[in-house]
């Protein structure tokens, strides 16, 4: 079991950037790492999601090419880059352990996530 830990969420002016961090607790090599979000009154929306065994990451449309996944130097750290944030960007950011659907953010299916952090994009 991987526990997970998402910081670095702020609020943050429209058109600025946030880097969020995702932790965990354990040895990922052998796991895909995915980053979700949920916003109220739309629910839960797939990002992103990165093999950790080949660096491979997949984005959902919705991320429009504004946001970017990548490991840290450390093995169990992942990041997500986000860049002109809208207002409909706010919510609560996770990061969760991969069962399947990597390929497809929009359908991947979690096994362990974190409590989330939150972003708020507001003037």
């Known amino acids: 079991q991987v526990t997970l830990v998402e910081s670095g969420g702020d609020l943050v002016q429209p058109g600025g950037d946030l880097r969020l961090s995702c932790v965990a607790s354990g040895d990922l090599n052998h796991y895909a790492i995915s980053w979700f979000r949920h916003i109220p009154g739309k629910g839960r929306e797939g990002l992103s999601c990165?093999?950790?065994?080949?660096?491979?990451?997949y984005y959902s449309r919705s991320t429009a090419g504004r946001f970017t996944v990548s490991r840290g130097d450390a093995v169990n750290t992942v990041y997500l880059q986000m860049h002109n944030l809208k207002p409909e960007d706010t919510g609560v950011y996770f990061c969760?352990?991969?069962?399947?659907?990597?390929?497809?953010?929009?359908?991947?299916?979690?096994?362990?996530w974190g409590r989330g952090t939150p972003v708020t994009v507001s003037s």
């Open positions: 990165i093999r950790l065994t080949d660096g491979t990451v």
């Open positions: 969760a352990t991969v069962i399947a659907r990597c390929e497809d953010p929009t359908r991947t299916l979690y096994r362990e």
